[in-house]
């Protein structure tokens, strides 16, 4: 089984299972086009976020990690009319690709792109929490920091999804000594270690490769 061969299903799925859509498409040729990395999530994973939030009924969402904002959308899209979202970017050229992504959806007054270090910028989101799903997707070495702040932003029943958290396999290899890998298992290791959390880890291929998802429930 090739990459080649999960593009070509995942094209098929996003095909037959996904409405065609005018502003995500252009948010991608705009990534693109301004220079971004072609790294944010498919179409079919940014649908899966959208209907976790949609089945979580989620009215606050924070977003760590808004790269050209493509995520943001597909999340903000599952807020009621009254929802808000905060998004948190450190590269101040990303945000402004995000904001303008935000603006042509129609989404400005629903998503906030937040500028600074995600360990910075979630110090100061105690006004806006607590929030009822937290999507963790930037530099994946910080991610132990940016667990222990998204459990202080939330509240029982806040969904915390964090991706990447397989990386071709190289999660379950002890000795790989990568910050970005070990920056996961140790997020792994603290989701396993809180009594408060009740999670899971999904493996998927796709058109982004061989990487994964984890999935946790804020219980009490
Ligand atoms: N969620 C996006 C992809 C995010 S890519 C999507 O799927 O569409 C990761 C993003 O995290 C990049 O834009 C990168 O600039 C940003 N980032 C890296 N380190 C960061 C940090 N310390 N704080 C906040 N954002 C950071
Ligand atoms: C990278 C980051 C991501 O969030 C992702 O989904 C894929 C790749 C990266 O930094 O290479
Ligand atoms: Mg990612």
């Known amino acids: 089984m090739t990459r080649e061969r999960w593009t070509e299903v995942d094209d098929y799925l996003t095909d037959l299972l996904l409405p065609e859509d005018a502003a995500l498409d252009q948010a991608l040729a705009e990534s693109h086009a301004a220079g971004l990395p072609a790294i944010a999530v498919s179409a079919p994973q940014g649908r899966l976020l959208h209907l976790l939030a949609r089945m979580r009924g989620a009215r606050r969402i924070l977003e760590v990690g808004t790269l050209g904002g493509y995520s943001t959308i597909w999340l903000a899209r599952a807020l009621p009319p009254d929802g808000t979202l905060v998004t948190l970017e450190a590269d101040a050229h990303h945000a402004q690709v995000a904001r303008d992504n935000l603006a042509r959806a129609g989404l400005s007054g629903v998503a906030e792109v937040v500028l600074g270090p995600a360990a910075d910028t979630m110090a100061s989101l105690p006004r ?20 222990r702040a998204a459990v202080e932003l939330s509240r029982t029943g806040t969904v915390i999804v964090a991706d990447n958290v ?13 910050p970005a890998v070990q920056g996961v298992r140790r997020y792994l290791e603290m989701v396993a270690a809180d009594p408060r959390l009740e999670a899971t880890a999904i ?8 990487d994964g998802f984890a999935l946790a429930l804020v219980t009490t």
């Open 128 to 147: 806006e929490a607590p929030f009822d799903l937290i999507f963790i997707d930037a530099d994946k070495s910080g991610y132990p920091d940016y667990l």
């Open 166 to 178: 397989v990386r071709n396999g190289a999660v379950s290899d002890t000795d790989n000594d990568d």
């Open 203 to 210: 493996q998927t291929v796709g058109a982004k490769g061989y």
